[in-house]
């Protein structure tokens, strides 16, 4: 595990100092812990976002496409 140097208000640290029971440690690396596991989640969110995104702009193509088709066999102008 790798450590890191974490800088407070001297007020803040004066209250830390206060509950010498509370393991501010293990509460600062669960909550860098949490961010990181929602960042990720964002991160593969956007990804999974972006293929969907991807494969509704490519239905709404093929359905303009469909009837563009449709409209000119109406019309008569299909040129099958």
Do not use: C, Y
Request: charged residues 40%.
């Amino acid at each position: 595990m790798v450590s890191i140097t974490l800088s407070v208000p001297e007020e803040i640290r004066h209250i830390m100092r206060k509950s010498p029971e509370v393991n501010w440690s293990a509460i600062v690396r669960r909550s860098i812990m949490e961010k990181a596991q929602q960042l990720s989640l964002k991160e593969k969110l956007l990804k999974d976002l972006k293929k969907e995104k991807d494969f509704i702009d490519w239905s709404v193509d093929l359905g303009k496409r469909a009837k563009k088709w449709r409209l000119r066999s109406l019309n008569g102008t299909d040129n099958r």
